[in-house]
């Protein structure tokens, strides 16, 4: 069992930057995929960034790429999200995901286990 738990949501003005991490416990991450998701009202959940085991591959879904940088340590057992020139439309609530395989995922079923998520809200 893995447990996830996010960090460093917040409400901030358009333009500005938010960085979440995600902590976890019960393993180790150093072999798996990790990702952030997020969920806005009324919405799905929608993908947003994946890395791989060593770190070296990152994906990203296309409104967020050039904005949002994810990371991770192994050593501490961490997954960050730097989000920089936030938008309104980035409001959301954004999950930390750990993955069933040692490679990047963009797929929501390609995640086991779930962070309780943290609120993001982008003001205009």
């Known amino acids: 069992q893995v447990q996830l738990a996010e960090s460093g949501g917040g409400l901030v003005q358009a333009g500005g930057s938010l960085r979440l991490s995600c902590a976890a416990s019960?393993?180790?991450?150093?072999?798996?995929?990790m990702g952030w998701f997020r969920q806005a009202p009324g919405k799905e959940r929608e993908f947003v960034a994946a890395?791989?085991?060593?770190?070296?591959?990152?994906k990203y879904a296309d409104s967020v790429k050039d904005r949002f940088t994810i990371s991770r340590d192994n050593a501490k057992n961490t997954v960050s999200l730097q989000m920089n020139s936030l938008k309104p439309e980035d409001t959301a609530v954004y999950y930390c995901?750990?993955?069933?395989?040692?490679?990047?995922?963009?797929?929501?079923?390609?995640?086991?286990?779930w962070g309780q998520g943290t609120q993001v809200t982008v003001s205009s």
């Open positions: 890395i791989s085991w060593s770190g070296i591959t990152k």
């Open positions: 019960g393993r180790t991450l150093s072999t798996i995929a």
């Open positions: 995901a750990a993955a069933r395989t040692s490679v990047t995922v963009t797929t929501y079923s390609g995640y086991d286990y």
